[in-house]
């Protein structure tokens, strides 16, 4: 097994068999991209222009002190290939170059508690998905009732709509519960802050390069155009969901915040960990048959944290692998109609549930629509999420004596905004 | 009234009474912003260079050598007024800073049919409204019966839904006909070219400067958020929309192509043709109460010419006014969520029709879902759009004496490319 001079335990989630990319902030120097190893960040734009990534294509191109991996993501896969290999080569532990060179390790090394992780990219078009059948099935038997749980349409082809991309916060932003309209069982509508907030648990991946308009993407070539995978809370506000979605799908109940995890870990980190998903049944058009297995093993926890305690209940334990749709097919399906997609843009999976009640991704799941709260450890029940709570979603690939894993995504619940505020009767705290 | 020394007709789109913004390039010239002024179209760059945007606010920021709108966009709408107010005083007849100054003049202008014509801004979020009782009427009538056409969220709030971006191009640009999954009526879904092309007429807006997350924009202070109206065609795969669109709405049938017309037309010089909209019943909830009259009088016209003819037939005219709900509702229930508009966004309209069956916005309606066929001037009907059909929308104010007006947004369609190209068994020509 390959181990790096950084030294990682078999649990940290960056081991040198991972080499996950983002764009972090240290003390006043600007945005600019990094790798995660152990408990450190590797600056990339440092060893770029120490020239230790000659040879590999993206070299010299300001692509790593960029405030974005947009550029990166633009190169296309022999590009992430050789970049990862050239970094695997550098921080392996018999590798001289950057091991012994104390003056260029001091300025390209910086502890990751030490740095403000921001959004990985500038995120042009935002897409989420309906890929998991356990979630589309409890979604449709708590909105219409068992008989039209799943759609006619759901089993011939990945469900997706356009989110909002302007609202994607990285890791530790705050989230402000939303206002809107809900409907009330056999009553007028009414205006208010929403009281079903929700989170869903979802996973998503960034394109490069991208295709031209008119020119579908072909399945199999579909991960080429996989840049990388990071994890996902769609926030959700359901009472507002509920009274909005038809006939266009959901809009204000989702575009008020998505977070997502800082560091995107490069589709080939998870090839050892690739397997085959659900049975499809019927089989799909063949321009959604994929050769390759295009599902991954990737467990995947959420935790709830109330206010003012340390204590955490882990809500969710499902995995990556239950969704019925594949990445490949899901971007191959995004494309067929010519829709072009371009580097940086982001497509989410929509939330993953698992078979079992634990491996439900979301609350509306859990609490079966607040019928069943759950307990929390720190006492209290929960139906919906409260102000105060933070969620966090974890996740990472089981290896042999290492892990690939994602960190986390959390985001803490802050109170509605008074309705004075709200219509400008009362100024916004700036 | 006012007139300039580039001399309009009474017809003209664009007098003195107009100045709409746009991003054009002139031979080996990079992109920059222009303003349409009878036949010609002022380069803002030179005029900034000169000096003679001095005061407005605007001035030597590169705003204008930028290849999209966004930094304008950014600057709000008392620079937008002092810009505006600056270029009606240079191109007024009695003016002679620019009209006497031969070599600047040669330097500025250039005749419109000689530059290329760019998209105005980089497009972050695209968002679809669904703002005209009629039209929702209809479509309601034909996809889910007469009784349950308009859904009963319909009258309490606009309903939107997020739109995709990356597919916006500038008016001319050629559309490629979609394939896709289709369900004939009872019998298993197919997959190939889509049979029911439609267009949509609709108007569009640009954000500028947009809200921070969290902070709603209230209604009454709305309209200083939109930079300028442009046209717009939501070209509609109705068969691919009909099999996919339940229960998260359309997404396939939507995102290969969306027309704009490149003039953006600043809301100021909308001011004179000011209207009150449909009455609002139930009344809106307070966070929806505009004070001022929120439509506006603007005459709109779709026009289907096949290939290989230069005629042309009308086949609807209609109006902006019709529209039950105003810009400022829909950008403040938009944002109600907290949902940030940044600047360089696109909202839209949703298709535009009125009462009477010729002012009806789409093909699907027109033709009540093929059922009605339209007769061609050329010869010959159409139920949907054919392959070689140009597709065209215009749209001015009738003033006393002249017109404000929005040029057109045009578009032909191509043929669908072969299975074989879309399964990349063929190469697709570069």
Redesign the interface.
């Known amino acids: 097994m390959k181990y790096s001079f950084i030294e990682t335990t078999p649990e940290s989630h960056f081991p040198i068999q991972n080499l996950p990319y983002g764009i972090f902030q240290f003390k006043d120097k600007g945005p600019r991209a990094g790798t995660a190893i152990g408990e450190y960040v590797l600056d990339l734009s440092v060893i770029d222009d120490a020239g230790l990534l000659k040879g590999t294509g993206a070299e010299e191109k300001n692509v790593f002190s960029a405030s974005s991996l947009n550029l990166f993501m633009e190169l296309g896969h022999p590009t992430w290939t050789s970049v990862r290999k050239k970094l695997q080569y550098l921080l392996d532990a018999n590798t001289p170059d950057l091991r012994d060179d104390e003056e260029l390790r001091l300025k390209a090394f910086h502890p990751l508690k030490d740095v403000e992780m921001l959004l990985p990219a500038k995120i042009?078009?935002y897409t989420d998905f309906?890929a998991s059948r356990e979630h589309a099935t409890n979604v449709?038997t708590m909105?219409?009732g068992k008989d039209n749980a799943l759609?006619?349409?759901w089993t011939?082809?990945p469900?997706?709509?356009?989110?909002?991309?302007?609202?994607i916060?990285p890791s530790g932003t705050k989230?402000?519960r939303?206002?809107?309209?809900r409907?009330p069982k056999d009553a007028d509508?009414v205006?208010g802050p929403?009281i079903q907030l929700d989170f869903e648990l979802e996973m998503g991946w960034f394109i490069g390069p991208g295709n031209r308009?008119?020119?579908?993407i072909?399945v199999?070539?579909a991960e080429d155009h996989v840049f990388g995978l990071v994890l996902v809370n769609d926030w959700s506000?359901r009472d507002?969901q509920a009274?909005?979605?038809?006939?266009?799908?959901?809009?204000?109940?989702k575009?008020?915040?998505t977070s997502i995890s800082p560091w995107v870990v490069p589709l080939e980190a998870l090839d050892p960990f690739r397997t085959p998903g659900p049975q499809q049944e019927p089989e799909p058009?063949?321009?959604l048959q994929q050769t390759k297995d295009g599902a991954f093993n990737i467990n995947l926890e959420a935790h709830l944290t109330p206010e003012n305690t340390e204590q955490s209940t882990k809500i969710t334990n499902t995995n990556f692998s239950y969704l019925y749709w594949s990445i490949a097919q899901q971007v191959a399906?995004?494309t067929?109609?010519?829709?072009?997609?371009?580097p940086g843009?982001m497509h989410a999976s929509g939330t993953i549930s698992g078979p079992n009640r634990e491996e439900r991704g979301s609350l509306l799941e859990l609490s079966w629509r607040g019928t069943e709260p759950l307990k929390l450890n720190s006492g209290g029940k929960r139906s919906w999420i409260e102000d105060g709570d933070k969620l966090t979603i974890s996740g990472w690939c089981q290896g042999d004596g290492y892990r690939i894993g994602f960190g986390e995504v959390s985001g803490q619940v802050?109170p509605a905004?008074s309705?004075a505020k709200?219509?400008?009767t009362q100024n916004?705290k700036k």
Chains 1, 2 share one sequence.
């Open positions: 042009g078009d309906y449709g909105f219409r759609m006619p349409n011939h082809l469900i997706g709509y356009h989110g909002r991309s302007s609202s916060v989230v402000r939303p206002s809107g309209q409907k509508p205006f929403s308009p008119g020119e579908p072909p199999n070539q506000a507002i009274w909005e979605y038809q006939p266009l799908g959901p809009f204000n109940s575009n008020f915040a058009f063949p321009y399906h995004h067929i109609t010519g829709c072009n997609l371009l843009d802050l905004l309705e709200i219509l400008g916004v």
